[in-house]
């Protein structure tokens, strides 16, 4: 016994030894990055290195689980602890309350600045949706607070394959919600081909969705009115809203287990032509790209349930930096990010990870699939360009009113009574 | 006992007892001073200080003053009864004595705060509201419970119970069931998210193969996904239990059961006369650990469901997970507190009854 | 002789029983790396259910390239070892000191420190981050096996509790009589007897440690220090991993397959400290 004890101490003491070597070998990084993307954790490790090469300067980029990473940006603030350089999810007002607290440095000076062109390079609206304008509702002083890195949008793909094998024109993608749900059915015909999948199981997409036809319907004025508390949710209006996902449900051509799929699986499907629709944003060419390259597809605008007004589709910023004010490293943080939005760099990022870029003029280097999410500029919103956005119990609740209703476990009126509910409990605190 | 020898025998549970200081009690009040707080609308970083309005919120106002009321009354009544002494804090009652005003204050005090919250809220109407949601998930968390202390603990004692009878060691099977618990919950969950899924619908295509056809189903769908994640659940940990009633059932000699079976006992008297009285202490462990296990348990729906379909997996820990990353620091602690609260009621009532049973 | 065909078919029973559990908790395995040998696309027509038609590692060396789980691998081993040891000696010191010593408010700490069990801790991650952070323990080693030690301690300290209880008190009066100190009874006579709970607080520990990830992406920040569940996730996380099943199966048994071996070979001394320990007991 005696033995054991000794050998487990020294076991201790050589492991605790390793330990502490292991940590002081390691060169310490001058410049850490905290960030969700697993996907584009090669692409930045490259990059890294490339930028040691030419600066001699370390860059280090921490990928936490996407699950995970609020909490941990949620401790590190409390603590005071963030990295030079991190990401930031959620609603704009996560973006402000950082800005509004001193956490984030405000980048309008350095992008500005005389000599430098670099706020001219990037496309307008992945810049806005990082930026707050005079007299904002969050009170932040208006500027510039983050770095977008690449761009997405958010739309409806159509599999031309299936199309064309049904008798429509492969070209002509349907035009109105109606004319969709006709081809959807269409599925039935079809073995283990579903009309419409998408993956709600992650709720946002639904949230998505919703709002672009929110737009459509009632028009974005009278969106914004119901966030202001100025318009119910019960309003007939929403009704329809809430409406078009019965008659999705009612169609029948939903992919089964659609509210649990999550958005990788969702891609899946429509990457081995097992849907007609698809809702998805520009990150799932990868994707497609690797599960089959022969995929024929594109981009519809959203097939409208309204004539009057012109729907939404979410496009911006895919994922922006932010830069920690109280970094000893802001200087070099914000180089590096000046040096990662430059040309060459947003060249090799979007051609490793099949992503928009946030900059101009590289059109003729984004993949040809990119180009289709390039479509419907027109109709570009994002929730970050809205001045107000909605409480996020009442997006809960409307995401999950949804699933309720594409279960069949709820009809629309009752959905809208419930979001109307929620939204005034939370308007009253 | 002296004083050198108190601080020697104290000095066993230091190390334990720092480690608790720090990890738990301090984080402890940190949460509850963080669950009188709230975020303001356009500011998640600034938290202003709001009282009990978090618990309010979670309980409605209605049953929070009868809560508040019945926890002061109940303080009250401890400290009258005086079962400080039980404590051993001290050989001198100063210490047990300064404990007993201090609770008859602070039960004093919640009897006050009640009698005013009523009265104001009496004055205006307000609507009976207690957070659904939250009850909800509390709910799911319970069932899977349930479910664990049924169908799990009743497979691992039958399961220990035929290790035991059929054969004296039971080595391979004690390796086997065991295999699964070893390898983590992130582990199953993704694998029976694969078995699972619709697509590429593995189980519903073993059942075919077996000719089960009209059982196959989507697990994951609104009817079955919270069955789905109980069971699985189940599946997952009933080696522990297994494994710790094995151990108990060969504790109990041979030689019992002998002078059993001489007196004439048959094998359900023999169960139940030796077999059940001899485990008691172990089958509370089990309850116990299956209890903490499971109205814990986020790692495995977080990997198979993510709370979905419309959040009917949502269990209660992932509803604070979530509630946490949209920013409701304040009312995520406050409904910590509250789980954890129910949590130790549950146990120690466990502990008690398993007292009472052993004596 | 109707004695007999009784009891061959009581234990007829029994066996079919048991291998039908048996089978349901092999059955993943088999398939699992049935499943990792093929391409994805003979997965997706067979399901797995099937023989691979030619065994090909791809995924696996895809994995051990890409999947760097390496590290990850032995953070994990280091993690679980460390704290196990910590938890066995704190506790059992603990346990010992509340069943058999006499000191101030004894009863009050133990009540803490099983109520201590019950606090979910997502709810104290800012809390636990802050804390760590004030005394430099954050995204450190020792940081996390402290936090790890202190989950697995309230249990274990309960379960050395309960089985010193039941010890007779001789044994410990003989050493006392013999002029040993509190320390060394605890040691040489108390610790040895426990051999029993030290099992079960082992085999809990070692799979609460090893499968633990949410306090280690809250605690630690450096790729360098993760344990393995958080290099799974993250590697399920990928568009890889999220889409080509068989490469995340290869993934999830190089994850698995250790700590199976691992659990193989320590299982016999496990087992064999538990039952023979029962007998005191």
Redesign the interface.
């Known amino acids: ?1 005696r033995k054991f004890f000794t050998f ?1 101490i020294i ?2 003491v050589c ?2 030894l ?2 502490c070597g ?2 002081k070998q ?1 060169t310490s990084p001058k410049v ?1 990055i ?1 960030h969700w993307m ?2 584009r ?2 692409a930045f490790e490259q990059l890294a290195k490339k930028y040691k090469q030419e600066n001699q300067i370390n860059i280090k980029f ?7 990473y ?3 940006i ?8 963030l ?1 030079d350089l991190f990401g930031i999810l ?1 609603e704009k ?2 973006l ?3 800005a ?2 001193g ?1 984030i440095e405000d980048l309008t000076s350095y992008m500005q600045e005389a000599q430098s062109s670099w706020k001219r390079r990037f496309i307008d609206i992945c810049l806005k949706v990082n930026s707050f304008k005079d007299n904002n ?3 932040v002083n208006p500027g510039i607070y983050g770095v977008p890195i690449d761009a997405m949008s958010i739309q409806f793909l159509y599999n031309k394959k299936l199309l064309k094998e049904e008798g429509f024109d492969p070209n002509t993608p349907p035009q109105t919600f109606t004319d969709l749900l006709n081809i959807a059915k269409k599925a039935a015909n079809k073995k283990d081909v579903y009309g419409f999948a998408s993956g709600w ?3 946002w997409l639904i949230y998505c969705m919703a709002t672009n036809y929110a737009f459509d319907i009632m028009g974005q004025e009278k969106f914004l009115d119901t966030i202001k508390g100025k318009v119910s949710y019960t309003d007939p209006d929403w009704i329809k809203v809430f409406s078009l996902f019965k008659d999705l449900q009612q169609s029948g051509s939903l ?3 659609i ?4 958005n ?2 969702a ?3 429509f990457a ?1 032509n ?1 849907t007609f629709f698809t809702f998805n944003g520009s990150w799932g060419v ?2 497609y790209q ?2 089959n390259p022969e995929l024929e597809y594109s981009t519809m605008a959203p097939p409208r349930a309204n004539q009057n007004y012109a729907p939404g589709v979410w496009a911006g910023a895919g994922a922006s930096f932010v830069v920690n004010a109280q970094s000893k490293n802001k200087k070099l943080a914000i180089e590096f990010l000046n040096w990662l939005t430059e040309k060459e760099q947003q060249i090799f990022l979007i051609k490793e990870t099949s992503n928009l870029p946030s900059i101009k003029g590289l059109k003729k280097n984004i993949q040809s699939d990119m180009k289709y999410f390039l479509d419907n500029q027109q109709y570009f919103t994002h929730p970050r360009l809205w001045p107000e956005n909605e ?3 009442v997006v ?1 609740a409307i995401n ?1 009113g949804i ?2 209703i ?2 069949g ?1 709820k009809t629309p009126q009752e959905v809208a009574e419930e979001v109307a509910k929620t939204k005034k ?1 939370y308007s009253q ?1 | 006992m002296n004083k050198k020898e108190q601080l020697i025998n104290f000095s066993f549970v230091a190390p334990a007892l720092a480690i608790f200081s720090f990890f738990y009690i301090i984080p402890f009040f940190y949460t509850f001073w963080l669950s009188l707080h709230k975020a303001s609308p356009t500011n998640v970083l600034d938290l202003n200080f709001v009282g009990a309005q978090n618990f309010k919120d979670i309980f409605s106002p209605q049953i929070f003053i009868v809560l508040v009321a019945v926890v002061g009354i109940f303080l009250i009544l401890f400290a009258l009864k005086n079962k400080f002494q039980k404590l051993s804090l001290n050989n001198k009652k100063g210490l047990a004595q300064t404990l007993q005003f201090a609770t008859i204050a602070i039960g004093g005090a919640c009897l006050i705060y009640a009698a005013t919250t009523f009265i104001t809220i009496s004055r205006q109407a307000i609507d009976f509201n207690p957070d659904l949601q939250w009850w909800n998930s509390v709910r799911r968390s319970f069932y899977i419970t349930l479910w664990g202390l049924t169908f799990q603990n009743c497979l691992a004692f039958i399961l220990a119970l035929g290790v035991d009878r059929a054969t004296r060691t039971g080595k391979l099977y004690r390796v086997i069931f065991f295999l699964l618990p070893v390898l983590g919950e992130v582990i199953i969950g993704l694998l029976l998210r694969i078995m699972l899924s619709h697509y590429p619908g593995v189980f519903n295509h073993l059942l075919e193969n077996i000719g089960l056809g009209q059982w196959a189903q989507n697990w994951l769908g609104k009817d079955m996904a919270l069955a789905t994640l109980a069971v699985s659940h189940c599946w997952r940990g009933f080696g522990y239990g297994f494994i710790i009633l094995l151990a108990g059932l060969q504790t109990i000699p041979e030689q019992l059961y002998e002078a059993a079976r001489i007196d004439g006992a048959n094998a359900w008297h023999r169960f139940t006369k030796i077999t059940v009285p001899m485990l008691v202490p172990i089958i509370f462990l089990v309850i116990i650990l299956t209890i903490l296990g499971t109205v814990q348990i986020i790692g495995l729906p977080m990997a198979l469901t993510r709370g979905g379909p419309a959040g009917k997996t949502t269990v209660s820990v992932l509803r604070i997970f979530y509630d946490l990353n949209n920013s409701h620091v304040g009312y995520a602690s406050a409904e910590g507190l509250i789980l954890g609260l129910i949590l130790v009621t549950l146990s120690f009532g466990m502990l008690k009854i398993s007292k009472k049973m052993k004596s | 002789m109707p004695e007999q065909v009784k009891k061959t078919l009581y234990l007829l029973v029994i066996h079919t029983l048991l291998i039908a559990v048996a089978l349901s908790c092999i059955f993943p395995f088999v398939w699992m790396i049935n499943s990792s040998l093929k391409p994805n696309s003979e997965f997706i027509q067979d399901h797995g259910f099937e023989p691979p038609s030619e065994v090909n590692f791809e995924n696996y060396i895809y994995t051990f390239t890409k999947g760097n789980l390496g590290t990850y691998f032995l953070n994990s081993i280091l993690y679980t070892f460390l704290t196990v040891i910590a938890i066995v000696i704190i506790s059992s010191l603990a346990g010992y000191g509340i069943s058999r010593l006499k000191f101030k408010g004894k009863n009050l700490i133990f009540y803490m420190i099983l109520a201590a069990m019950m606090i979910p801790i997502p709810a104290a991650f800012v809390p636990l981050y802050v804390l760590l952070k004030g005394v430099g323990l954050l995204n450190t080693r020792i940081g996390y096996i402290l936090a790890m030690v202190n989950v697995g301690l309230s249990l274990s300290i309960y379960l050395y509790k309960t089985f010193f209880d039941q010890l007779p008190k001789d044994l410990e009066e003989s050493a006392r009589i013999d002029g040993c100190g509190k320390l060394r009874i605890w040691w040489h006579v108390m610790f040895p007897l426990a051999k029993p709970a030290t099992g079960v607080v082992v085999i809990f520990n070692a799979l609460n440690v090893w499968n633990e990830l949410i306090l280690a992406l809250v605690i630690l920040s450096r790729k360098g220090l993760m344990p393995l569940q958080v290099g799974l996730l993250k590697f399920s996380q990928s568009s890889v991993g999220l889409t080509q099943y068989t490469t995340l199966m290869a993934a999830l048994t190089i994850a698995a397959l250790p700590i199976i071996i691992i659990y193989l070979i320590m299982q016999k001394h496990i087992i064999k400290g538990m039952t023979a320990g029962a007998t005191v007991g």
């Open positions: 016994m487990t076991l201790l492991f605790s390793v330990g292991k940590s390691e850490t905290w697993s996907d954790q090669d921490e990928l936490f689980p996407h699950s995970a609020t909490q941990k949620n401790a590190a603030v409390a603590a005071n602890d990295p959620g007002r996560v402000a309350s950082f509004k607290e956490k509702i969050y009170d199981g992650e709720t992919a089964p287990g509210i649990t799929m999550n990788k699986e891609e899946q499907i081995t097992r990868n994707t690797q599960i409480n996020s119990r809960e999950r699933q309720n594409v279960i476990e409990q605190q």
